[in-house]
T-cell receptor, first 111, second 112 residues
Protein backbone atom coordinates (compact mmCIF):
# COMPACT_ATOMS: atom_id res chain seq x y z
CA UNK A 1 0.00 0.00 0.00
CA UNK A 2 1.25 3.51 -0.76
CA UNK A 3 0.25 4.82 2.64
CA UNK A 4 -1.58 8.08 3.20
CA UNK A 5 -1.01 10.44 0.29
CA UNK A 6 -1.09 14.19 0.70
CA UNK A 7 -0.77 16.97 -1.84
CA UNK A 8 0.75 19.38 -2.29
CA UNK A 9 3.81 18.70 -0.15
CA UNK A 10 4.64 22.38 0.02
CA UNK A 11 2.39 25.39 -0.50
CA UNK A 12 3.38 29.03 -0.40
CA UNK A 13 0.61 31.55 -0.74
CA UNK A 14 -0.20 35.12 0.06
CA UNK A 15 -2.49 36.28 2.81
CA UNK A 16 -6.09 36.31 1.71
CA UNK A 17 -5.75 33.54 -0.84
CA UNK A 18 -7.69 30.29 -0.72
CA UNK A 19 -5.69 27.18 0.06
CA UNK A 20 -6.84 23.60 -0.51
CA UNK A 21 -4.98 20.64 0.93
CA UNK A 22 -5.74 17.15 -0.30
CA UNK A 23 -5.56 13.71 1.24
CA UNK A 24 -6.01 10.15 0.04
CA UNK A 25 -6.32 7.77 2.99
CA UNK A 26 -5.14 4.18 3.05
CA UNK A 27 -7.60 1.98 1.21
CA UNK A 28 -10.02 0.28 3.59
CA UNK A 29 -9.51 2.70 6.44
CA UNK A 30 -12.75 4.17 7.73
CA UNK A 31 -11.47 7.03 9.87
CA UNK A 32 -9.67 10.13 8.66
CA UNK A 33 -8.09 12.90 10.68
CA UNK A 34 -6.62 16.29 9.89
CA UNK A 35 -3.91 17.53 12.25
CA UNK A 36 -1.91 20.75 12.35
CA UNK A 37 1.64 20.88 13.70
CA UNK A 38 3.40 24.02 14.86
CA UNK A 39 6.33 24.62 17.17
CA UNK A 40 4.14 26.57 19.57
CA UNK A 41 1.11 24.28 19.75
CA UNK A 42 2.47 20.89 18.76
CA UNK A 43 0.12 18.42 17.06
CA UNK A 44 -3.49 19.57 17.15
CA UNK A 45 -6.45 17.58 15.89
CA UNK A 46 -8.56 19.75 13.62
CA UNK A 47 -11.30 17.39 12.47
CA UNK A 48 -12.15 13.72 12.48
CA UNK A 49 -14.27 11.80 9.95
CA UNK A 50 -15.69 8.33 10.38
CA UNK A 51 -17.17 6.61 7.34
CA UNK A 52 -16.95 9.93 5.46
CA UNK A 53 -19.05 11.74 8.07
CA UNK A 54 -17.54 14.55 10.17
CA UNK A 55 -17.73 13.37 13.77
CA UNK A 56 -15.80 16.03 15.63
CA UNK A 57 -14.73 19.37 14.24
CA UNK A 58 -14.17 21.06 17.59
CA UNK A 59 -10.52 21.57 16.75
CA UNK A 60 -11.18 23.63 13.63
CA UNK A 61 -9.84 27.04 14.63
CA UNK A 62 -12.45 29.23 12.97
CA UNK A 63 -14.88 29.52 10.11
CA UNK A 64 -12.09 30.14 7.65
CA UNK A 65 -11.32 26.44 7.88
CA UNK A 66 -13.51 23.80 6.30
CA UNK A 67 -13.05 20.11 5.53
CA UNK A 68 -14.89 17.69 3.32
CA UNK A 69 -14.78 13.99 2.64
CA UNK A 70 -16.93 13.33 -0.43
CA UNK A 71 -15.96 9.65 -0.57
CA UNK A 72 -13.88 7.07 1.24
CA UNK A 73 -10.76 7.79 -0.78
CA UNK A 74 -10.51 11.58 -0.72
CA UNK A 75 -10.63 14.49 1.69
CA UNK A 76 -9.86 18.18 1.47
CA UNK A 77 -9.01 20.84 4.01
CA UNK A 78 -9.69 24.37 2.79
CA UNK A 79 -8.60 27.65 4.29
CA UNK A 80 -10.30 30.76 2.95
CA UNK A 81 -9.03 33.39 3.39
CA UNK A 82 -5.60 32.29 4.56
CA UNK A 83 -3.62 34.25 7.16
CA UNK A 84 0.08 34.18 8.14
CA UNK A 85 -0.81 32.50 11.44
CA UNK A 86 -2.10 29.52 9.47
CA UNK A 87 1.48 28.68 8.49
CA UNK A 88 2.11 25.16 9.75
CA UNK A 89 2.51 21.57 8.65
CA UNK A 90 -0.85 19.94 8.05
CA UNK A 91 -1.05 16.18 8.39
CA UNK A 92 -3.74 13.82 7.28
CA UNK A 93 -4.00 10.47 9.05
CA UNK A 94 -6.23 7.46 8.53
CA UNK A 95 -7.07 4.42 10.59
CA UNK A 96 -9.05 1.23 10.76
CA UNK A 97 -9.32 0.75 14.48
CA UNK A 98 -7.01 2.54 16.86
CA UNK A 99 -3.77 2.53 14.87
CA UNK A 100 -3.38 5.83 13.08
CA UNK A 101 -1.15 6.20 10.03
CA UNK A 102 0.04 9.64 9.07
CA UNK A 103 0.77 11.09 5.68
CA UNK A 104 3.97 13.03 4.93
CA UNK A 105 2.26 16.37 5.55
CA UNK A 106 1.80 19.61 3.65
CA UNK A 107 4.02 22.49 4.72
CA UNK A 108 1.94 25.65 4.31
CA UNK A 109 3.52 29.08 4.34
CA UNK A 110 1.23 32.09 4.20
CA UNK A 111 3.10 35.32 3.44
CA UNK B 1 -8.38 16.98 31.67
CA UNK B 2 -7.83 16.32 28.00
CA UNK B 3 -4.13 17.08 28.18
CA UNK B 4 -1.24 14.66 27.96
CA UNK B 5 1.86 16.06 29.61
CA UNK B 6 5.20 14.90 28.20
CA UNK B 7 8.73 15.32 29.53
CA UNK B 8 11.51 16.04 28.98
CA UNK B 9 11.32 18.46 26.08
CA UNK B 10 14.71 17.33 24.82
CA UNK B 11 17.15 14.58 25.64
CA UNK B 12 20.71 13.78 24.67
CA UNK B 13 22.22 10.36 25.33
CA UNK B 14 25.28 8.47 24.28
CA UNK B 15 25.01 5.52 21.92
CA UNK B 16 23.98 2.46 23.90
CA UNK B 17 22.26 4.52 26.57
CA UNK B 18 18.63 4.08 27.61
CA UNK B 19 16.64 7.27 27.09
CA UNK B 20 13.38 7.43 29.01
CA UNK B 21 10.49 9.67 28.01
CA UNK B 22 7.58 10.19 30.37
CA UNK B 23 3.94 11.07 29.87
CA UNK B 24 1.09 11.72 32.28
CA UNK B 25 -2.63 12.03 31.71
CA UNK B 26 -5.69 13.00 33.73
CA UNK B 27 -8.64 11.53 31.89
CA UNK B 28 -9.22 7.99 33.16
CA UNK B 29 -11.43 7.32 30.12
CA UNK B 30 -8.32 7.11 27.94
CA UNK B 31 -7.73 3.49 27.02
CA UNK B 32 -5.14 3.45 24.27
CA UNK B 33 -1.66 4.95 24.55
CA UNK B 34 0.55 4.99 21.45
CA UNK B 35 4.00 6.39 20.91
CA UNK B 36 4.91 8.00 17.62
CA UNK B 37 8.34 8.66 16.15
CA UNK B 38 8.86 11.58 13.80
CA UNK B 39 11.92 12.32 11.70
CA UNK B 40 12.46 15.81 10.28
CA UNK B 41 10.29 16.44 7.25
CA UNK B 42 8.24 13.29 7.78
CA UNK B 43 4.91 12.45 9.30
CA UNK B 44 4.70 10.76 12.70
CA UNK B 45 4.96 6.97 12.50
CA UNK B 46 3.42 4.58 15.01
CA UNK B 47 6.15 2.98 17.08
CA UNK B 48 4.46 1.02 19.83
CA UNK B 49 1.22 1.21 21.79
CA UNK B 50 -0.26 -0.12 25.01
CA UNK B 51 -3.65 -0.54 26.64
CA UNK B 52 -4.12 -0.02 30.40
CA UNK B 53 -4.74 -3.68 31.14
CA UNK B 54 -1.01 -4.44 30.92
CA UNK B 55 1.90 -2.81 32.74
CA UNK B 56 4.58 -3.31 30.12
CA UNK B 57 4.95 -3.96 26.42
CA UNK B 58 8.11 -4.62 24.47
CA UNK B 59 8.70 -4.45 20.75
CA UNK B 60 12.32 -4.84 19.78
CA UNK B 61 14.37 -2.21 21.58
CA UNK B 62 11.31 -0.18 22.53
CA UNK B 63 9.44 -0.72 25.79
CA UNK B 64 6.39 1.01 27.22
CA UNK B 65 5.90 0.96 30.97
CA UNK B 66 2.40 1.79 32.17
CA UNK B 67 1.31 2.77 35.67
CA UNK B 68 -2.46 2.94 35.73
CA UNK B 69 -2.80 4.13 39.32
CA UNK B 70 -0.38 7.00 38.74
CA UNK B 71 -1.82 7.72 35.29
CA UNK B 72 1.64 7.70 33.80
CA UNK B 73 3.40 5.86 31.02
CA UNK B 74 6.88 5.97 29.65
CA UNK B 75 8.94 4.93 26.65
CA UNK B 76 12.33 3.28 27.11
CA UNK B 77 14.71 2.80 24.20
CA UNK B 78 17.23 0.05 24.90
CA UNK B 79 20.70 0.19 23.35
CA UNK B 80 19.90 3.49 21.68
CA UNK B 81 21.48 4.22 18.30
CA UNK B 82 22.16 7.44 16.37
CA UNK B 83 19.38 6.38 13.98
CA UNK B 84 16.92 6.70 16.87
CA UNK B 85 17.50 10.46 16.89
CA UNK B 86 14.02 11.86 16.26
CA UNK B 87 11.11 13.52 18.00
CA UNK B 88 8.92 11.20 20.03
CA UNK B 89 5.29 11.90 20.84
CA UNK B 90 3.12 10.11 23.32
CA UNK B 91 -0.63 10.16 22.79
CA UNK B 92 -3.85 8.96 24.34
CA UNK B 93 -7.25 8.19 22.97
CA UNK B 94 -10.64 7.29 24.37
CA UNK B 95 -12.38 4.08 23.44
CA UNK B 96 -14.22 4.13 20.16
CA UNK B 97 -13.24 7.64 19.14
CA UNK B 98 -9.73 7.02 17.81
CA UNK B 99 -8.99 10.69 18.42
CA UNK B 100 -5.47 11.13 19.67
CA UNK B 101 -4.47 13.76 22.20
CA UNK B 102 -0.76 14.23 21.69
CA UNK B 103 1.94 15.20 24.13
CA UNK B 104 4.20 18.10 23.25
CA UNK B 105 7.03 15.90 21.99
CA UNK B 106 10.57 15.03 23.07
CA UNK B 107 13.47 15.71 20.78
CA UNK B 108 15.98 12.89 21.25
CA UNK B 109 19.56 13.01 20.07
CA UNK B 110 21.74 9.92 20.34
CA UNK B 111 25.42 10.69 20.06
CA UNK B 112 27.66 8.32 18.14
Amino acid sequence: DAGVIQSPRHEVTEMGQEVTLRCKPISGHNSLFWYRQTMMRGLELLIYFNNNVPIDDSGMPEDRFSAKMPNASFSTLKIQPSEPRDSAVYFCASSLGVKGFFGPGTRLTVL
Amino acid sequence: QQQVKQSPQSLIVQKGGIPIINCAYENTAFDYFPWYQQFPGKGPALLIAIRPDVSEKKEGRFTISFNKSAKQFSLHIMDSQPGDSATYFCAASRGGTYKYIFGTGTRLKVLA
